[in-house]
DNA sequence: CTGTTAGCGCTTTCAG
DNA sequence: CTGAAAGCGCTAACAG
């Protein structure tokens, strides 16, 4: 049994709007009927209703995060982080995976819009004329977890993200400069524009360097830890072996570790392998993984003010920002054996 | 801008009754019309307002999912299973981090309550009488994500778990089978109800081998990675040292494993390590731990699953779903030295 | 300080 | 097949 003002004014013989002052803490109340509606509201175990308020009020209190994969550990340390800010906000968070489904992500981005969200947080793949439309037609605030690209530069949307490409092109010339040349690339999925611009940073490198790219060396298979055992294995696989792998992320690396110890290859004596974004876990002994530190919690703690900025501020400046990264050495990668 | 029903009857000179009905694809409206409707409101760029047709329906399509904390990989792991299946069936989701806050829990609690919300999933900790109160009174659908606990035994809600004593308890009586006596415990803290289970498995375990508790042996330090390494180091201050060590989960068994191994001692030929969980990570040659698998995709879905069965059947009976473990034995655990 | 009234955007009778 | 009217639960002027 659900009850409402109506309700409680009734049993006292109030006004709704009264009862609706009352529990609205409004000043224009005497202490005695706020008293007595807050108590009856009490014990009918009144609770308003919020939709109904939304309608009124035109705001929801909810915002919308889209996300491709909640168990991807970067993504949940976001999530985490934006929950945690909002919610003392007074915010509630809807979720959504997208799981690089153009389609998924067009369906939730619509719902979160039709539920008169607040505010939306997201990490959109390439977006598509229906999903560019929508944004631009919507005056709903919204935030970026990465790079704004040339075609969305018209939008009205604030953007935090850490330079892909700078960080990616630092890992492999940190290689480089130990004395590599012959440097693999396991990637994700070419759909994922992080994957773009980490292998943009991959040859930015090899170019300034006069190291010429040999496409042998790149392989593309997916994002987890067997898709880096897959990686190792093709590379290894040339008759002209690379002598340092570069990984898109650190499962990836860890997964190419494991590959290579299980062959006999010793890391980094052999080989070595650079990770990409600081898992917990790369920094375990048995792993002890070089790779890139991606500052995950100041990602979502930022992107969550960012949002709240745009919210409260009318039509406040979109904002870009780019965090730091920065390179986290230990002990899978050394110079190369011929060195 | 934003249009409403309002707009495209005003434009089409139709009552809103018809562009209502034109919209839902009702069937009591000609061809001709729900054309028109349906092209203008395309033009318009008309999004229903899904709050306002909550108010009537009394239906959100909304869910709440109540977790202790996303990056938790158990629970971003179930987070995900239940997004899938619930987007689907054309439900968003409102997820909140308790971090095992009580305060948290309550007032995420309620506010999804005030949402209107259809169906509830929720990890909760220990039911204070106020949250319990709440749950009672409710005739939102429920599911737990854990055992139902005497006191709850009333309540008309879903729960599913694993059964996390005999799991714990099996992991255990694995190492005391392979002749282990002195049995370290390194766990999380006191608050989680699952930490409670898996110790009394634990010492379920000892006590039927007649094994004497030893307090020394039992630490509760965290659950994370660096806690493993506190937990260990503990444990071998001890003048008699344990043979053996059980974790409540596969981070706390890295953490301790690292720790050792950091310490000049072999795992498993001095000492052996059991986790409990089976993340991605523990199958690693590295690693290689054995652990105890918790089929967390299964609980994701099948937790969904129970909740859509609740929301259809208006009072279905509750469903208590314990799902299967097993134990994964790789090469952390191994007789101990001295047997 | 309190009540009356209007209305948020939508669905749903009930007439025609 | 279409329209008028009522109302979901609530807030917000506007009177008094």
Redo the contacts with the bound molecule.
């Keep these: 049994m ?6 409680i ?1 009734r049993e006292l ?12 803490n ?9 008293k007595r509606v807050l108590e009856t509201a009490k014990e009918m175990r ?8 939304s ?4 705001k929801s209190n909810m915002i919308g995060l889209m996300l491709s994969d909640i168990t991807d550990p970067f993504f949940s340390e976001v999530a985490l982080g934006v929950e945690n800010l909002l919610s003392k906000e007074g915010y509630q968070v809807i979720y959504g995976n997208t799981l690089l489904d153009a389609e998924k992500e067009r369906r939730f981005f619509k719902s979160l819009l039709e539920r008169n969200i607040d505010g939306i947080i997201m990490k959109p793949g390439k977006l598509d004329d229906d999903m560019l439309d929508m944004i631009e037609c919507t005056d709903v605030p919204i935030v970026f977890l990465r790079d704004v690209l040339e075609e969305e530069q018209h939008l009205q949307i604030s953007s935090i993200d850490f330079d892909q490409t700078a960080a990616a092109g630092s890992a492999v010339q940190h290689l480089i400069d130990q004395g590599h040349r012959r440097i693999g690339y396991v990637g994700m999925s070419k759909q994922a524009s992080e994957s773009k611009a980490r292998y943009r940073g991959y040859l930015e490198s090899l170019h300034a360097n006069d190291i010429a790219m040999n496409s042998q060396y790149v392989h593309r298979v997916g994002g987890s830890i067997v898709h880096g055992r897959i990686g190792a294995e093709k590379l290894m696989k040339q008759t002209k072996q690379p002598t340092a792998i570069f990984t898109e992320n650190d499962l990836l690396a860890i997964g190419a570790i494991d590959w290579l110890r299980a062959h006999a290859y010793r890391v980094p004596e052999d080989i070595s392998v650079m990770g990409f974004e600081n898992l917990e876990i790369s920094g375990l002994h048995q792993i002890s993984l070089t790779t890139v530190h991606l500052p995950r919690k100041e990602i979502g703690y930022r992107a969550a003010k960012l949002l709240l900025n745009m919210i409260m501020a009318a039509n406040a400046i979109p904002e870009r920002v780019v965090v730091k990264t920065n390179l986290v050495i230990r002990s899978s990668t050394a110079k190369p054996c011929d060195y």
Excluded: F, G, H
Aim: overall charge positive.
């Design positions: 659900v009850r409402t003002i109506k309700d004014a013989d109030l006004s709704i709007s009264t009862v609706s002052r009352a529990l609205n409004n000043a224009d109340v005497s202490e005695k009927t706020r009144y609770q308003p209703n919020v939709n109904a308020r309608l009124i009020t035109k």
